[in-house]
């Protein structure tokens, strides 16, 4: 059975279902959108159980011709670079729909939108031809323009058409990167296991051009600075369960592509190496500062993503397998984290109307379910030992020190200033007496502790028991560094 096609294409089926159901049946959507997503979950699980943590070539591989003119194959599998980001999308995915469950307005083409947006996810971390990893990462962009645009905030239309424009440019440059290394290619082909023995032959001087469209592309996903400046507004105005998939998983397509690029084009990322450690340290530093300085609580988290997901980009600028893991584990680990943030934006958003992080004081005296999982997972998002992100930014660090020296210690500037941002939100919302204008203040109720519960174990649980995802992800990364001189 194709296992993982079944997984990749189950939220499109329960596009289809939820598409032929009556728009007056709300109930009856969510529940369908929920299942279909659930499919995916738990086949994702299963082929957890069953993947070979030995093993550094792809697994469950399926392949079906598509173009053979052009030498366009479907071709879908995992290793230890996409699984773990897999499992990631497959489970936030699956928890932003019970999110999303809240939504009252236009719910049929809501969800229909949002299991596309999975379906496209899920499709880029599995193919493994480059045109087929176009298609789906093209996919992604239109649910999410729609998302934003018709389910956001006050200026949802600004920010849809940011995110699109900005994302379609970096797109257009992957493009040029992709056919420059299908003509550098012979026979020419678009398969990434093939691409990769045969970008070992080729000159430095060969693989600095397409490494560098590459790079533009995906660092507007990342988002790198200063590339960034689609992912505020986007994060601000789109509505919570789509932030949690912004933020938790389609940042993580950037950071994939360029570690899959990589593994072809590895003289070309050796090139660029000083280029990109650079752009990492003045991300983390930035963006930490951005988020430092913000008042709102969900700008606050918004920019903080820049931050970390220059720690993703320096763990790939060290070309050393414990960078590499670094950055897939941070990847993972911040999706968790910061889809947790996003949803618990919103929660209090939904209560209060206002996300003004000095409107609020003394809330563990009136919602204690609430005040705990944000108190953790702001803990956690400033990598505190024995939550999860501690690990991924502590393996980041060990590479970066191994290749680039001294020069890290920037990066623990940002590290520092995460933790100032982080306690001083502590500080000012949970602790001390409580504001009077929210005695009322109702706690999280049943179907919010589903999402925040999953996401805070999985938290805990990558923080006590990294080799849950490490072993996955090491021996793929041993493998993929044997290129680097």
């Given at each position: 059975?194709?296992?993982?096609?079944?997984?990749?294409?189950?939220?499109?089926?329960?596009?289809?279902?939820?598409?032929?159901?009556?728009?007056?049946?709300?109930?009856?959507?969510?529940?369908?959108?929920?299942?279909?997503?659930?499919?995916?979950?738990?086949?994702?699980?299963?082929?957890?159980?069953?993947?070979?943590?030995?093993?550094?070539?792809?697994?469950?591989?399926?392949?079906?011709?598509?173009?053979?003119?052009?030498?366009?194959?479907?071709?879908?599998?995992?290793?230890?670079?996409?699984?773990?980001?897999?499992?990631?999308?497959?489970?936030?995915?699956?928890?932003?729909?019970?999110?999303?469950?809240?939504?009252?307005?236009?719910?049929?083409?809501?969800?229909?939108?949002?299991?596309?947006?999975?379906?496209?996810?899920?499709?880029?971390?599995?193919?493994?031809?480059?045109?087929?990893?176009?298609?789906?990462?093209?996919?992604?962009?239109?649910?999410?323009?729609?998302?934003?645009?018709?389910?956001?905030?006050?200026?949802?239309?600004?920010?849809?058409?940011?995110?699109?424009?900005?994302?379609?440019?970096?797109?257009?440059?992957?493009?040029?990167?992709?056919?420059?290394?299908?003509?550098?290619?012979?026979?020419?082909?678009?398969?990434?296991?093939?691409?990769?023995?045969?970008?070992?032959?080729?000159?430095?001087?060969?693989?600095?051009?397409?490494?560098?469209?590459?790079?533009?592309?995906?660092?507007?996903?990342?988002?790198?600075?200063?590339?960034?400046?689609?992912?505020?507004?986007?994060?601000?105005?789109?509505?919570?369960?789509?932030?949690?998939?912004?933020?938790?998983?389609?940042?993580?397509?950037?950071?994939?592509?360029?570690?899959?690029?990589?593994?072809?084009?590895?003289?070309?990322?050796?090139?660029?190496?000083?280029?990109?450690?650079?752009?990492?340290?003045?991300?983390?530093?930035?963006?930490?500062?951005?988020?430092?300085?913000?008042?709102?609580?969900?700008?606050?988290?918004?920019?903080?993503?820049?931050?970390?997901?220059?720690?993703?980009?320096?763990?790939?600028?060290?070309?050393?397998?414990?960078?590499?893991?670094?950055?897939?584990?941070?990847?993972?680990?911040?999706?968790?984290?910061?889809?947790?943030?996003?949803?618990?934006?919103?929660?209090?958003?939904?209560?209060?109307?206002?996300?003004?992080?000095?409107?609020?004081?003394?809330?563990?005296?009136?919602?204690?379910?609430?005040?705990?999982?944000?108190?953790?997972?702001?803990?956690?998002?400033?990598?505190?030992?024995?939550?999860?992100?501690?690990?991924?930014?502590?393996?980041?660090?060990?590479?970066?020190?191994?290749?680039?020296?001294?020069?890290?210690?920037?990066?623990?500037?940002?590290?520092?200033?995460?933790?100032?941002?982080?306690?001083?939100?502590?500080?000012?919302?949970?602790?001390?007496?409580?504001?009077?204008?929210?005695?009322?203040?109702?706690?999280?109720?049943?179907?919010?502790?589903?999402?925040?519960l999953s996401l805070a174990a999985v938290t805990i649980l990558l923080g006590l028991l990294p080799s849950?995802?490490?072993?996955?992800?090491?021996?793929?990364?041993?493998?993929?560094?044997?290129?680097?001189?």
């Amino acid at each position: 059975m194709p296992l993982l096609s079944a997984m990749v294409w189950a939220p499109l089926v329960g596009v289809a279902l939820v598409l032929a159901l009556p728009a007056s049946r709300p109930a009856l959507i969510r529940v369908a959108a929920l299942a279909a997503s659930g499919v995916s979950l738990v086949l994702a699980g299963y082929l957890y159980v069953l993947f070979d943590r030995t093993a550094t070539v792809p697994q469950f591989v399926e392949r079906a011709e598509w173009i053979p003119d052009l030498s366009m194959t479907y071709v879908v599998g995992v290793d230890g670079l996409s699984f773990p980001l897999v499992l990631l999308t497959s489970f936030v995915a699956t928890l932003a729909i019970i999110a999303s469950f809240g939504i009252t307005e236009r719910v049929k083409s809501y969800f229909a939108w949002f299991l596309l947006l999975e379906f496209a996810a899920l499709g880029v971390f599995v193919a493994q031809d480059w045109f087929l990893f176009y298609v789906f990462y093209e996919i992604g962009l239109v649910p999410m323009f729609f998302l934003i645009g018709v389910w956001g905030g006050t200026r949802r239309d600004a920010a849809a058409m940011s995110f699109f424009l900005y994302t379609l440019a970096g797109s257009i440059l992957m493009l040029i990167g992709i056919i420059s290394i299908y003509l550098l290619s012979e026979p020419q082909t678009f398969d990434m296991a093939v691409l990769r023995e045969q970008g070992q032959g080729w000159t430095q001087a060969l693989q600095v051009g397409p490494f560098l469209a590459f790079f533009i592309g995906f660092a507007v996903k990342i988002p790198v600075f200063p590339l960034h400046g689609w992912l505020p507004l986007a994060h601000v105005e789109a509505p919570t369960p789509a932030s949690m998939l912004l933020s938790g998983i389609l940042l993580k397509m950037g950071g994939y592509g360029l570690l899959r690029v990589g593994g072809v084009l590895p003289l070309g990322l050796e090139a660029f190496s000083p280029v990109l450690v650079v752009f990492a340290l003045v991300s983390i530093v930035y963006g930490g500062l951005l988020a430092w300085r913000q008042t709102d609580l969900k700008a606050m988290v918004a920019f903080s993503s820049i931050a970390h997901m220059g720690f993703v980009l320096l763990g790939i600028a060290t070309m050393t397998a414990i960078g590499f893991t670094g950055a897939v584990l941070m990847m993972v680990t911040h999706g968790v984290i910061t889809a947790g943030l996003f949803f618990l934006v919103g929660a209090i958003y939904d209560r209060a109307h206002t996300r003004e992080i000095g409107d609020f004081r003394g809330l563990m005296g009136r919602v204690p379910r609430y005040s705990a999982a944000l108190t953790l997972l702001l803990l956690a998002s400033m990598g505190l030992p024995g939550l999860a992100q501690f690990v991924s930014e502590f393996h980041v660090l060990i590479g970066g020190f191994e290749r680039w020296g001294v020069l890290v210690l920037i990066a623990v500037v940002g590290i520092l200033i995460s933790a100032s941002y982080s306690l001083r939100t502590i500080g000012q919302m949970v602790m001390g007496p409580l504001d009077a204008r929210w005695v009322a203040l109702p706690d999280l109720v049943p179907r919010e502790m589903v999402v925040v519960l999953s996401l805070a174990a999985v938290t805990i649980l990558l923080g006590l028991l990294p080799s849950i995802i490490l072993s996955l992800v090491s021996p793929t990364m041993t493998d993929l560094t044997s290129a680097f001189r």
